[in-house]
């Protein structure tokens, strides 16, 4: 089986090592939008990398599922371990809120933006110290303005 990240990186090779330009991963990110809040972020200097999400797949066994998430299975993912920030899209799936909660409680000192659409994600989100909102939709101005904020208050 294979896991990990669907992964989209301003710099070949992944997060460069050291010090540098502030990382910014999208997380559950299939949005249409993605483009434009990636690029509008590499103008502003950050580098980025976009993870498509948890993923399902059929095992063949009458249809059973099971999440590809190497953070809800208890592993590790590089994407998540070296971002200064994590921008997630939404939690409308119940597979996307077990991602954001492992992001969560894996790296709770990471600045986290999150999407909303409904009062229930509102809710939900609000519920995790260190996560902060989004108003749907987000403009790449909009988001600018908050990853760089955030940024400034880790």
């Known amino acids: 089986m ?3 990240p669907m ?3 301003s710099e070949p090779g992944g997060w460069p090592a050291g010090p540098g330009q502030p990382r910014v991963l999208f997380e559950d990110w299939n949005a249409p939008d993605l483009a434009d809040h990636v690029e509008a972020c590499r103008r502003a200097g950050y580098l980025t990398a976009a993870c498509g999400g ?3 797949r059929n095992d063949g066994l009458g249809g059973r599922t099971e999440l ?3 953070l809800v299975e208890g592993e590790a993912c590089s994407l998540a371990e070296g971002a200064d920030i ?3 899209n939404s939690i409308l799936r119940p597979e996307s809120e077990k991602v954001l909660r492992a992001l969560r ?3 709770p000192g990471t600045p986290i933006l999150v999407e909303i659409r409904t009062d229930a994600e509102r809710l939900a989100v609000e519920q995790l110290e260190g996560c902060e909102t989004l108003e749907f939709p987000v403009t790449p101005e909009a988001l ?3 990853i760089g904020a955030a940024l400034a208050r880790a």
């Open 2 to 4: 294979q896991r990990g």
């Open 7 to 9: 992964v989209a990186f």
């Open 54 to 56: 948890p993923r399902r």
């Open 68 to 70: 590809l998430c190497p």
């Open 86 to 88: 994590i921008v997630v």
């Open 105 to 107: 409680e894996r790296f």
């Open 144 to 146: 600018l303005a908050r």
